[in-house]
């Protein structure tokens, strides 16, 4: 079963929530692999590069968007991303180190689905009164 999406999570922000339902479909493909036992060393280095490469350009995207807005969780938005990526890297570290195991693979789901659940709904909801002030589409073409 897969995770499923629900307006608590909305920030406001139809692109947001759009990137954020795309890093949803990420954990569901990981379950699915771990659930069938169809995980290859060639998917799980694909998955993680591709998995964190998403998400970097999705913390770019937000924040620009509470910056352009002076959301007040800005800074910690920022702080609690910076956070993850960092985290992300040792991830990757340690699959070149110990390879691909169904300890490996469970961590890693238990940890991304439980920080993106705390992080959307601590941080990133509270961007639903800042998203007000100016136009999602203004935002977008800003930040390419
Ligand atoms: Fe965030």
């Not at 479909?25 to 379950?31: F, P, R, V």
């Not at 995207?61 to 910076?82: I, L, S, Y």
């Not at 961007?127 to 390419?144: F, G, I, M, T």
């Amino acid at each position: 079963m897969g995770f499923q999406w629900d307006d608590k999570y909305s920030t406001g922000n139809d692109e947001i929530d759009k990137q954020h339902k795309r890093i949803f479909a990420y954990l569901d493909e990981l379950e699915d692999k771990i659930e069938n036992g169809s995980a290859t060393e060639k998917w799980a280095s694909d998955f993680l590069s591709a998995l964190t490469y998403y998400t970097r350009s999705h913390f770019c995207f937000e924040e620009v968007c509470m910056r352009r807005t002076r959301c007040a969780v800005a800074a910690k938005n920022k702080t609690q991303h910076g956070k993850l990526i960092a985290t992300l890297g040792k991830v990757q570290l340690r699959y070149e180190i110990e390879g691909l195991n169904d300890h490996f693979l469970d961590q890693l789901r238990k940890f991304l689905t439980s920080w993106l659940v705390n992080h959307i709904m601590k941080v990133d909801i509270q961007y639903r009164e800042c998203s007000k002030k100016v136009s999602p589409q203004k935002l977008l073409a800003e930040s390419k």
